[in-house]
């Protein structure tokens, strides 16, 4: 059965900073990875999507990669803003393509 | 245009009534998901609809939980005689095509339900 993890749970860094954000999964075999933010009180709205045969996606200042073989995923943010503030969370297909697992999320918090 | 509609946005209801819950996806997404969010907790995954196809009910929690689609479009959850347990954020999503087809899910807002 497919686990997603991520970690931190929580990070605070200052306007500016580049940071990483990290998921794993405990099957390898996954269709694809999505990340996801959400802010409070609201939904989740879709940040990228990698699929199997891909390495990375790029949108703006935000890089995903996919490294299947040891079953982790990051999230890059680059020059980090107050609004990048949010619980970023990544996200995997079950084996039968029926639903999403998704990590817990990281909460992210950038102060100006 | 429009993305996902959920309503309400809020619903209070005293314990052992029967809530209605619902989403409307986006025009032409043939695949319809629900999730429950409580504080704390990750994304949990309660039903999953998929054009004409049987539903994946797998993540209903109770028979006290119950789903429909009606159109292919529109979706109804229905909480039968609510517990406290029973109190979080109802994330309803809908996507193009299937997730193993590469198609992003798109979120509603959710429904905040408090049972008291």
């Known amino acids: 059965k497919q686990e997603v993890t991520q970690i931190p749970a929580a990070l605070s860094v200052p306007e500016g900073e580049n940071l990483v954000l990290n998921c794993s999964f405990t099957d390898s075999a996954i269709y694809n990875l999505q990340w996801f933010r959400q802010d409070p009180g609201k939904g989740l709205t879709s940040l990228l999507l990698?699929?199997?045969?891909?390495r990375e996606q790029t949108s703006g200042r935000l890089n995903a990669s996919l490294d299947k073989s040891s079953g982790r995923s990051t999230l890059y943010i680059a020059a980090s803003q107050p609004g990048d503030s949010a619980t970023y969370l990544c996200?995997?297909?079950?084996?039968?393509?029926?639903?999403?697992?998704f990590g817990k999320g990281t909460t992210l918090s950038v102060s100006s | 245009g429009a993305g996902v509609s959920q309503s309400p946005s809020n619903k209070v209801t005293e314990k052992g009534k029967d809530v209605e819950l619902r989403c409307d996806p986006i025009?032409?997404?043939?695949?319809l998901y629900w999730y429950r969010q409580s504080l704390g907790q990750g994304l949990e995954f309660l039903i999953y609809f998929q054009g004409n196809s049987a539903p994946d009910k797998s993540g209903l929690p109770s028979d006290r939980f119950s789903a429909e689609r009606t159109g292919g479009s529109v979706s109804t959850l229905t909480i039968q005689r609510t517990q406290q347990e029973d109190s979080a954020v109802y994330l309803c999503?809908?996507?193009?095509?299937?997730?193993?087809?590469?198609?992003?899910?798109?979120f509603g807002n959710g429904t905040r339900l408090t049972v008291t």
């Open positions: 025009s032409g997404h043939t695949a």
């Open positions: 996200a995997t297909p079950n084996q039968a393509g029926t639903a999403l697992i």
């Open positions: 990698i699929q199997s045969s891909q």
């Open positions: 999503a809908s996507s193009l095509d299937g997730i193993i087809n590469n198609s992003p899910l798109h």
